[in-house]
């Protein structure tokens, strides 16, 4: 085993602001699977509830800078 255990996360809700800025850069960037550890049907569910809090102005489509 390489160390990296993956997290048990069955749900992302795009109303949890919290949870989701955990896997958002500095950038507010989505953090790639290789970082996250997720695997690739998590990370999509990730992707849609990000791209969901951020139509609803929930989080910034990108960091001011």
Do not use: H
């Amino acid at each position: 085993m390489n160390g990296k255990r993956k997290p048990d996360i069955g749900y992302f809700d795009y109303k949890d602001i919290k949870s989701l800025q955990k896997y958002v850069n500095q950038f507010g960037q989505i953090e790639p699977a290789t970082k996250t550890g997720l695997s690739q049907k998590q990370q999509k569910r990730l992707t849609v509830a990000v791209k969901r809090a951020r139509q609803l102005a929930l989080l910034p489509f990108v960091a001011k800078g």
